[in-house]
C-alpha cells in the first residue's frame, strides 16, 4: 500500500514560479521511480520529471531547463521546482511512484 498526497498547486502569472511537494507513506523505498506527470484538458497525461532506477533524472521535453525535481528521502518526499511558467504548462500535476501509484492530483493554472 502506497499513499501518495501532493500539495503547492494554484494559480501563477505567467513568468511566475511554483513549488510542488509530494509526500508518501507505506511500500516506499529508494529503488523505485518516483516523480511528476501532467495532464491538461483534452491531452495525454505525459512525462514532468522523474527519479528513475538509480537516482538517475528524466525531463520531459517541454519542461527541461525550466523545472527541476529533488527529494527529501528522511521524508519520502519529492518537490517540483517550476519556474518561467507559461500557459501551456497549465494542467492537473500528479505525483506518481513505482510507474503505479498515483496521488490525488493538484491543479497548476498560469495565467498570461
Known amino acids: 500500500q502506497v499513499q501518495l498526497v501532493e500539495s503547492g498547486g494554484g494559480l501563477v502569472q505567467a513568468g511566475g514560479s511554483l513549488r510542488l511537494s509530494c509526500t508518501g507513506s507505506g511500500r516506499i523505498s529508494g529503488f523505485n521511480a518516483m516523480g511528476w506527470y501532467r495532464q491538461a484538458p483534452g491531452k495525454q497525461r505525459e512525462l514532468v520529471a522523474v527519479f528513475g532506477s538509480g537516482g538517475t533524472i528524466n525531463y520531459g521535453d517541454s519542461v527541461n531547463g525550466r523545472f527541476t525535481i529533488s527529494r527529501d528521502n528522511a521524508k519520502n518526499t519529492v518537490y517540483l521546482q517550476m519556474n518561467s511558467l507559461k500557459p501551456e504548462d497549465t494542467a492537473v500535476y500528479y505525483c506518481?511512484?513505482?510507474?503505479?501509484?498515483w496521488g490525488q492530483g493538484t491543479q497548476v493554472t498560469v495565467s498570461s
Open positions: 506518481n511512484y513505482g510507474y503505479y501509484f
